[in-house]
Each structure stands twice: as C-alpha cells, then as structure tokens.
C-alpha cells in the first residue's frame, strides 16, 4: 500500500468564494477522507472523496484541489479492487493534469488495473507511456515483466519470448527472474518451440532452491511429455515426465512458499511508497499458489502411468516396473490401477521375473475377473512356463487356460503352446495327434507354419524317420521362405541316415553344409555327412568332410578328429594319422581330450614303428604346457608315458630323461614344470622303495618350490605326503590353497574331502557338511566319490538316522571301485548301523566279514571282534561271545589294541 504525506491544503479561497459554513464542510469532508486513506479504510475514503468531486469540481476556485483529490479517489477504488471505477479516475486525473506529479504513479496502476481487467492491450498502451515519458521509473524491471505477461495474455508468444527470456536472467530481483522464466516456458510451449521448452524446464528443475511456479512448470513438463510420446520421440518425452513433480511434494514446496511470502508481506508494511510494486506482486503471487495447493491423485496416477508406459516403449522394463509398482501400490483405487498393473505384468514378463507376474496374473484375475485384459494375462501365464522351459507345468497351465475360456481370442496359439509343451517333454505320439487336430482346426490360423514344422519335428524325434522325411520335404515345399527351412533341410538328412540311406544322406548334408554355411548345426552336418560316407566305404571323402570342423567347431571337432583316426587306421595310413593328431594337440592344448590325443598321436608312431618319436610327443606336450600352473593334463599324459619305457633299462632312461628335464626347467625358470617332473621322479623313486633318496628329493622339493608357483598337483603332491605321515595340521594349508586358487580343477574336490576329514576329528560338523556337499558336486574321480559317500554315510549315523547310514553304506559296497579300505569301512558302518538300532543278528555276519576277509585293517579288525563279542552277548549266546573273544585274544597281529584290553575284561566276567 501506499502511504502519502499528509498535506494540509489551506483553503485560503474559500474566504472568498463561499460562505464560513460552505468552507468548513469541504475541509472536513477532505480531511475525512485524507484521515480514511491513511487508515486503509478506502471504501470510506472513497466516498469522501467522491462526494468531494460531486459537491466542488464545478467551482473555480477548487480546480486546483480537484487532480489531487481525483487521484486519491482513483487510488481508493484500485485498493478495494474496482478497478473500472480506478481506471475512470486515473484517466480523469491524466486530462485534468497532463504533467502531474502523480502522473508516473497513475501510469503504472492504470496498466496494473486494466491488465486485472483484462484489458492486455490497453495495460500495454498505459505501461509503454509510462516507460516513455518516465525513462528513469523505478520498477522499470517490474513493467517490463508486466508488458510481457500481457503479450502472453494476448497470445502475442512471439513479442513475449525476448522480453521473458532478458528478465529470466536479471540478477537483482530474483522473484521477477523466477516469474519470467515460468512465464517464458508457458510462452515457449504454447509458440511450439518444444525443444527450447524442455531445455528450460530442464534447467528449472536442477534450481535450488526450487521455482514458486513449479505447478505451473510441472504441468507444461507432463503436457509437453504427451506431445513427444505421440510423436514417438520417446527420449524427450521421457526428460519431460522426469521433470514432473509428484502433487505431494509440490503442496509441500507451495505451502513453504506462502509462508515465505507472508513473512516478505510482513517485512513491507509501514514502508514509503515504492514498496506497493513488491506487494502487488507478493500478493498476486500468494492467491497463484493458494488456488493450487489441493492435491489431485488422478494427476500423479496418470503420470506414473505415462512415465511406466514411455519407459517400456524405450525397451527399459526394469525402469518401467518400477513406475508401473509405484503408481499400482499408491493408487490402488484409481480408474486406472487396472492398466498399471497390467502393464507391471507385462515388464515382469519381459525381463524374465515370471513367479512374480505369475504371482500378479493371479491377484489381477482374482481382483478384475471381468477385466478385458484377464484372458491375455492368463494366457501369459502359461505362456511364461514355456519360456522357462517348464514343460510340464506349461502343458497343465494351457489345459486350465482353453478350460477356463472356451472363447479364448488366441485359442490357436494356446493349443499351439500345450502340444509343444508335450513335445518338449518328449510325448511324441501326444503332440503328434494333437498337432494333426490342430491343423483341422484352425486352417487359417498366423501360427499353421509352427505347427506344420513341429508335426514334422514330433515324427522326426518319435523315430518314425520314413514318414518324417515326406512331411518333412513338404514343409520345405509349401514354405519356402521360412525360417525354419534350414533346421527342416538338416532334420531329412538326418532321418535318411537313421533309415540307413546313406548316399541320400551325404546329398542331403552336403547341400546343407554348402548352403547355409553359418548355421547353428553346420559342425553336427559336417560330421554327420562324413559318418554317411565312412558307412558308404567311401573313407577319403569322409575324412575331407570330417576335416571340414575345425578347433572353432567345439566337441565336434575332437570327434571329427577321431573319426578321422578311425578312418586313417582302416586306412593304415598312419603317416596322415600322425599328421592329424600333431595339429590336434597343438590346437587343444588345454582340452581334456589332448591326452587322448596323444595317446593317438604316440599310437600312430609307433605303427609305424617309432617308438622315440612317440616318447618324444609326450616329451613335446610335457615340456610344452607343463608350466602352466592351472594344466591339468600332466598326470595322465606321464602315466601313459610310464608305458613305453618298459623294464628295468626302460624305468633307469626315463630316470635319467626326468632328472634331465627338471635341471632344464629349473634353469631356464620353469619351476612349475620342475616341480611336476620331480613328482613323477619320486613316484618311481617311492615304486622302487629307494627311500634315503626319497627323503633327499622331498626335503629339496620343498626347498626349490614355493606354494605359488606349484600347480594344484603340487600342491596335493605335498598335502598327500603330510597326510600319509600323520601330519595333517601340515597338510591343511595346501589344502586351502587349492580350494581358493584352483577351486574349478579336478583336484580341488580331494582337498574338501580331506579339509571335511579335518574338520570332522575337531567336531566341526557343519564345516565338514558344506566341504562333503561341494566335493561332492565337483568330484568326477570314483575314488574321491566313494570316500565323500563314506562320510556322509558316518554323518547319517552320527545324526542318529541309521536306515540312511546303511543305504548309503550298501551303495559303497555295490560298486567295484569300492577297494582296499573303504570296503571294510563300509561293513563297519553297516554293522554299527544294525547295533545302534539293536538287530544285532544282522550285524554280526558284517563284524565277522571284517575279521575274516580284511584282517589287515588291524584297527577296524580289533573294533570289529571286540562288537562282535558284544552282540553276541546282547543276544544272549555267550557261548559265540567267548569264542570270539578267544579269537581275538590269541591274534598276535592285534597285541596292543584298545579294544584286546576291554575283551580280555568281558572274558574273565564269563570264566568266574
């Protein structure tokens, strides 16, 4: 508001113009009216000054008081909003006195008035007068901003955009810039400059602290999002909708900035007059925000349902589930709750989270039976079985869906999935009959190609080869152009060999191989065609088409190799057999299968009748890839080598080689490789029982080899060596070692057994589990396997479950790998077994087992008679049980047992 100095006017001409009692009453009434305006009691003032006017302005001697007064009342009227009547007196004040001293003031609330009037283009006119004849006005800033809001109220977007955009970034009075750019924005949209507008809200939105015209904003963001949607610039439309803010958060920020205001207001008050341009817009400002603070969920629902649907058109289902959860969790009621859970379904789908759209499919249909999108999320249901691979499950879901919805818009495609479904599980005849329906059923159906290739395919793997092959070239024939056609071509040369039709066969395969030449099945083509021609008789041609698979085919080419060394020997052409097998080993090197290439290779030197060249390709591989820490082949390739230096001259050159070699390695800094010679050396060493020079070669192994350069072979060498001389706490740091650094090597298994073996004479049950569960699944040695089982087998009696002990025991037995110890272990197992449930009857034929036929186990043999004498007397035959006693007593190879003690005890109960 503004507050005016109190000027007393003496009314001098009154003396001569009118009687004491006509003076008296214009000076009270102006006064009146004076006192009213300073009290803001303008509609008071207003009629003071009004009848002023009507009483005075004829008189001569008040047309100097009458401006003034006009003024006043102009005043009056904007302050209580009548803005008509304001705009009457402020022009009436303009002709009455042109150059005023009030004439700036006016100027600019007649432009305020008409633009609350909505009158753009006069308040336009009033503002620009005011500019041009007061260059120098104080709230030039403040009329500029005024002349641009009404260029914006007359759509006029074009003259507004460069008035906003300069006071968008005037620094001194920030609420003016903050209100421009808002403005400037709404300007940008509304002119059709879409890029520019989202570059703007983009730049507003990264503000802090945040615009007072964030409604405002946030509004034209998620309009200017829709209009980038549907012109499928997904990118920019999904920038729009990130700069929409939640109507939660903008009551927040709103109610923050009215309290702002309201303090500013408060700060204004009882200050000179200038201060009515920072109060008019405070206040215009303040009933903005005031009218915008109720929140409407409708608003937020339908933006996260934009924003989730603009993320999944953008291939970002992740992000686009997290919209869709957020708008489903949040509004649950909401019309739209329906679509937006759907939608959810549809991300979950689509990055593979499927128990939990199937989790959602049934809430939705449980929720929206009637719903149009209830049949589709069923369907997807099943469907996502299939994509699982979930066969069985998939055939019982499609069987409910056509059930449940015999009016099912796609019952093609459901009927299609469940007998393929069959067909994956192998139901061949099944499929078969239900595919043949299907295709009576529906003739015109976008999936007949599927289903017409998939009869085949049911023929094709029922074995039913001959009528495969004729549905199979009328697949090829009706549909030439399907993507299926190649698989198709491949399946008839397959089945042609199935019938033993050979030669059609190899046609078949060779068209193939020729045609689609980076097919998925080119490799399995190639050696199939080349069996085709080995069983024709025709041997070179097969080894040329087993050539064909090269180190890049996989498992075909180790096949297709020894195929080819099949061909090569009933051939007797070992010069190319040696050939084959050399490039075989040098492109395989870290294959499992390069041992048996070896032996190949070796195999084929020696039909030729030389042995040192077949010495020498171990030697080669040996030396070769030896000092590769993570090789595993080693082993295997030195047993082998073992065979060819036969007898004693042999063993003393293979000596001599070994210790050869090793210096060599050693010298030039292949230490793994050393090390792994001087393995094999002390194995021949310890086979000959030359033990002074044992002792010598283990004390300098651990000398020259640390544990970072042995492989996991090392290593074990060491742990083995520990192990056998009782020193197993010397054992388990090798142990660990192999299980952290080579955790994927064969090896790695006996060390978790051997650490579960450790772990179970410290009472560490739950360590010794997880070591014999992991050993277990990585175990591929019988040995290793068997001893786990053992374990595991002792565990289950120590967890009181021996009907499980003894079923695990009796699998020990039944396998022939089952040797030297483990046997009897697994007779006592089953016979601790049978006591600990008390049927002693069964166990004392194993305890006796164990004595008879295992008496070198001097340990289990002296456990077992001394049980067995203990059962004998739990049934009663003390007889049995002194005998056996006896036995056991009179055995000089036990003398010193534990258990001879407590038996002579028993013994001498029974003899008093």
Same mark, same amino acid.
């Given at each position: ?66 401006? +003034? ?52 283009? /006069? ?68 002119? &059709? ?173 449980? /929720? ?42 796609? /019952? ?152 080819? &060394? ?42 030729? &009748? ?45 000596? +001599? ?11 030039? @800094? ?49 742990? +083995? ?8 706490? /010397? ?29 179970? =004479? ?113 049934? @009663? ?34 003899? =008093?």
């Amino acid at each position: 508001m503004l507050h005016f100095r109190f000027i007393i006017i003496l009314f001098c001409l009154f003396s001569f113009a009118a009687h004491a009692g006509e003076r008296l009453n214009a000076k009270q009434l102006y006064q009146a009216g004076i006192k009213s305006f300073a009290a803001s009691d303008y509609k008071k003032s207003a009629i003071c000054f009004a009848e002023f006017i009507s009483r005075y302005s004829e008189e001569e001697m008040m047309q100097k008081a009458i401006p +003034r007064i006009t003024y006043f009342l102009g005043c009056s009227f904007y302050n209580i909003r009548e803005m008509g009547k304001a705009v009457d007196e402020f022009n009436n004040y303009l002709k009455l006195a042109p150059e005023g001293k009030y004439c700036e003031d006016v100027l600019f609330r007649l432009g305020n008035a008409y633009q609350s009037m909505r009158e753009p283009q /006069k308040a336009v006119s009033a503002f620009n007068r005011l500019l041009a004849e007061f260059p120098g006005f104080k709230n030039k800033t403040d009329v500029n901003f005024q002349i641009a809001v009404c260029k914006l109220m007359q759509e006029k977007y074009e003259d507004a955009i460069p008035l906003l955009d300069s006071l968008s970034k005037q620094k001194n009075n920030p609420d003016i810039a903050d209100s421009a750019m808002a403005y400037l924005i709404r300007c940008l949209y509304m002119n &059709g400059n879409d890029d520019e507008t989202l570059e703007k809200i983009k730049y507003v939105a990264k503000q802090n602290p945040p615009s007072a015209h964030l409604p405002l904003i946030s509004s034209i963001a998620l309009s200017l999002g829709d209009k980038f949607y549907d012109d499928f610039e997904y990118e920019k439309a999904l920038d729009s909708y990130r700069c929409v803010v939640s109507q939660n958060s903008l009551q927040k920020l709103q109610k923050k900035k009215i309290a702002e205001i309201n303090r500013k207001l408060s700060e204004l008050k009882n200050k000179n007059a200038e201060t009515i341009v920072k109060t008019e817009r405070l206040n215009t400002l303040k009933s903005q925000l005031i009218s915008k603070t109720e929140i409407s969920n409708d608003k937020d629902a339908g933006w996260y349902l934009r924003l989730g649907r603009c993320l999944f058109d953008m291939d970002m289902p992740w992000e686009s589930a997290i919209a869709f959860k957020e708008m489903k969790e949040k509004f649950p009621t909401n019309s739209a709750a329906p679509d937006a859970s759907a939608s959810l379904i549809y991300c979950y789908a689509q990055i593979g989270f499927y128990d939990e759209a199937r989790k959602d499919i049934d809430e939705f249909i449980k /929720k929206y039976p009637n719903h149009q999108k209830a049949q589709t999320l069923a369907f997807l249901k099943a469907e996502s079985y299939i994509n699982q691979e979930n066969f069985k499950a998939a055939e019982k879901e499609f069987k409910k869906l056509v059930g449940k919805y015999p009016k099912l818009n796609n /019952k093609d495609r459901a009927e299609f999935y469940l007998h393929l479904a069959q067909a994956m599980q192998e139901k061949f005849t099944t499929a078969q009959r239900g595919f043949i329906k299907w295709k009576k059923t529906y003739k015109k159906s976008p999936v007949k190609p599927n289903a017409d290739y998939w009869l085949c395919m049911t023929m094709f793997f029922n074995s039913d080869y001959s009528n495969s092959i004729k549905s199979l070239k009328s697949f090829v024939k009706k549909y030439p152009d399907s993507s299926y056609k190649p698989d198709v071509e491949y399946r008839i040369g397959v089945a042609n060999y199935m019938i033993q039709n050979y030669k059609k066969a190899a046609i078949q395969l060779a068209n193939f191989v020729n045609t689609y030449t980076n097919h998925a099945l080119i490799n399995e083509a190639r050696v199939l065609r080349g069996d085709a021609l080995a069983a024709m008789g025709e041997l070179p041609r097969a080894i040329n088409a087993y050539s064909e698979s090269g180190p890049s085919s996989g498992p075909y080419y180790h096949y297709a190799v020894s195929q080819i &060394g099949k061909c090569c020997k009933m051939l007797e052409d070992y010069k190319k057999m040696v050939k084959v097998y050399k490039n075989y080993v040098q492109n395989i090197p870290d294959s499992p299968n390069v041992v048996e290439g070896l032996y190949q290779l070796g195999w084929a030197y020696r039909q030729k &009748g030389n042995l040192k060249a077949a010495r020498e390709a171990y030697w080669s591989a040996l030396t070769q890839f030896g000092n590769k820490q993570d090789w595993s082949g080693f082993n295997d390739i030195t047993r082998d080598l073992n065979k060819m230096y036969a007898g004693s001259n042999g063993f003393n050159q293979l000596e +001599r080689r070994l210790k050869e070699e090793a210096g060599g390695a050693r010298s030039s @800094g292949q230490l793994t490789l050393a090390s792994r010679l001087d393995i094999v050396l002390y194995k021949i060493l310890k086979w000959e029982k030359r033990n002074k020079e044992l002792k010598q070669l283990l004390t300098q192994f651990t000398e020259n080899y640390s544990t970072n350069i042995l492989g996991a072979d090392g290593l074990i060498f060491l742990a +083995r060596e520990n192990i056998d001389n009782g020193k197993t706490d /010397k054992a388990a740091p090798y142990l660990k070692l192999i299980v952290s650094k080579y955790n994927e090597n064969p090896v790695s298994a006996e060390a978790e057994l051997r650490l579960a073996q450790s772990a179970l =004479k410290n009472g560490k049950i739950q360590t010794a589990r997880k070591l014999l569960n992991s050993a277990e699944e990585k175990s591929n040695d019988m040995k290793i396997i068997l001893e786990i089982s053992l374990e595991k087998a002792n565990l289950a009696l120590k967890d009181n479950m021996p009907k499980q002990a003894i079923k695990q025991f009796e699998e020990i037995l039944a396998n022939r790998a089952a040797r030297g110890k483990l046997w009897p272990e697994a007779l006592y197992g089953i016979a601790t077994a049978y006591e600990k449930i008390g049927d002693y009857k069964k166990a004392i034929p194993y305890f006796q087992r164990i004595y008879v036929m295992y008496s070198a186990y001097s340990n289990l043999t002296a456990k077992a008679y001394y049980n067995s004498g203990i059962c004998f007397e739990k049934i @009663g035959d003390i007889t049995a049980a002194t005998n056996t006693y006896n036995e056991f007593l009179t055995d000089n190879r036990l003398a010193g047992m534990p258990e001879m003690v407590l038996a002579k005890k028993r013994l001498e109960k029974y003899i =008093k």
